[in-house]
């Protein structure tokens, strides 16, 4: 499950910027080449999460598309995947861009920290 790896290293940059404040939601900017399904990535999270100043947080992803652009027709396409071949043209000379980001993008922090199992008991 690649997705663990990936929210390994969200958490690790969550944690040097939020300076032990609590955190309430974590907006990450992901390549639509990473593939990584928001169920996986949502229990990823969680797990990784957990005991740290997001458990409990909520992770939302904004998609950002792999772009194709064909030096033939000048056609551009936004798609989930790099495009072998244009959908306009057929050619096969084809530039492509984005799609691999990975980018923490906003931390919102809770106005009160959360208690865990552990602090309750």
């Keep these: 499950?690649?997705?663990v790896g990936l929210v390994e290293g969200i958490v690790e940059a969550v944690e040097r910027r939020a300076g032990g404040r609590p955190v309430a939601r974590v907006r990450v900017r992901i390549g639509t080449l990473h593939r990584a399904s928001d169920g996986p990535m949502e229990q990823a999270f969680e797990l990784v999460g957990a005991g740290t100043i997001?458990?409990?947080a909520r992770l939302e992803l904004i998609r950002i598309p792999a772009t194709s652009?064909?030096?033939t027709c000048g056609h551009v396409e936004d798609a989930a995947e790099i495009l072998l071949g244009c959908t306009s043209c057929g050619s096969v000379?084809?530039?492509h861009a984005g799609g691999d980001e990975l980018t923490l993008e906003s931390i919102e922090y809770r106005s009160?920290?959360?208690e865990t199992a552990?602090?309750?008991?």
């Design 1 to 3: 499950m690649h997705e």
């Design 54 to 56: 997001v458990e409990g």
């Design 69 to 71: 652009t064909c030096r």
């Design 93 to 95: 000379s084809i530039d």
């Design 112 to 114: 009160q920290p959360v």
């Design 118 to 121: 552990s602090a309750a008991g």
